[in-house]
């Protein structure tokens, strides 16, 4: 079993829907969850980050934490073709190790 | 600006050869990693740094060997003992919160 695991796409979504990504995580003892958006040929910048159970808004994007399922969403809302990437999930456990997921591709049809 | 400055963007690797990718930053991070990307696929943690002096092997460290002398430099050598080492290789650095700012990354191929 991978550690972190995402869909790897493509999610096509229509611009102005929602798009879900989802991510599980096999460590218990995660304690820090990321999501990262990376452009073809660039390198991930960050998009949001979550150390507690639920939800964070910020802006058009709210992420979603269940420990005890374990596993973490990004949802975005008003989708838009700038919006099209590759969206990473990200957990850090022990002494700073991060590890990735191998990233969900995300197409917004206009 | 502060931010994470890697070099060169693309370099070429010869058979046989060693070759060094620089990673420096000036934001003051304590952590610093390297990690591997392959087209497609996610990314794969080569090396980290948590501190002056000291580093840990992440998951795919053979071929690989780095150095941590300043806290502002975390170089990475790609040994001839790597024998795929064509991949967009990126460093990043970060606090404790554990978000990581990332280099424009290094384009490696072989000759």
């Known amino acids: 079993q991978k550690e972190v695991e995402q869909n790897s796409g493509p999610l096509s979504v229509p611009e102005g829907a929602i798009a879900s990504l989802n991510c599980t995580y096999s460590?218990?003892?995660?304690?820090?969850f990321f999501w990262y958006r990376q452009y073809s040929g660039k390198s991930p910048e960050l998009i949001m980050f979550?150390?507690?159970?639920g939800d964070k808004e910020d802006g058009r994007f709210t992420a979603q934490l269940n420990k005890a399922s374990q596993y973490v969403s990004l949802l975005i809302r008003d989708s838009q073709p700038s919006d099209s990437a590759t969206y990473l999930c990200?957990?850090?456990?022990?002494?700073?190790?991060?590890?990735f997921g191998t990233g969900t591709k995300l197409q917004v049809i206009p | 600006d502060g931010g994470i400055t890697q070099s060169p963007k693309y370099l070429f690797r010869k058979e046989g050869q060693n070759v060094t990718l620089s990673c420096e930053q000036n934001?003051?991070?304590?952590?610093m990693y390297w990690y591997r990307q392959d087209p497609g696929q996610g990314l794969r943690l080569i090396y980290y740094?948590?501190?002056?002096?000291?580093?840990q092997k992440g998951d795919i460290a053979e071929g690989y060997s780095v150095s941590r002398e300043k806290k502002e430099s975390f170089p990475l050598t790609v040994t001839s003992a790597q024998k795929n080492p064509t991949a967009f290789y990126l460093c990043?650095?970060?606090?404790?919160?554990?978000?990581?700012?990332f280099g424009a990354g290094t384009r490696l191929s072989v000759l």
């Open positions: 460590d218990r003892g995660s304690q820090s």
């Open positions: 934001l003051n991070h304590d952590a």
């Open positions: 990043a650095s970060s606090i404790r919160t554990g978000v990581q700012y």
């Open positions: 740094s948590q501190i002056v002096n000291d580093f």
């Open positions: 990200a957990v850090t456990g022990g002494y700073q190790k991060v590890t």
């Open positions: 979550i150390y507690s159970n």
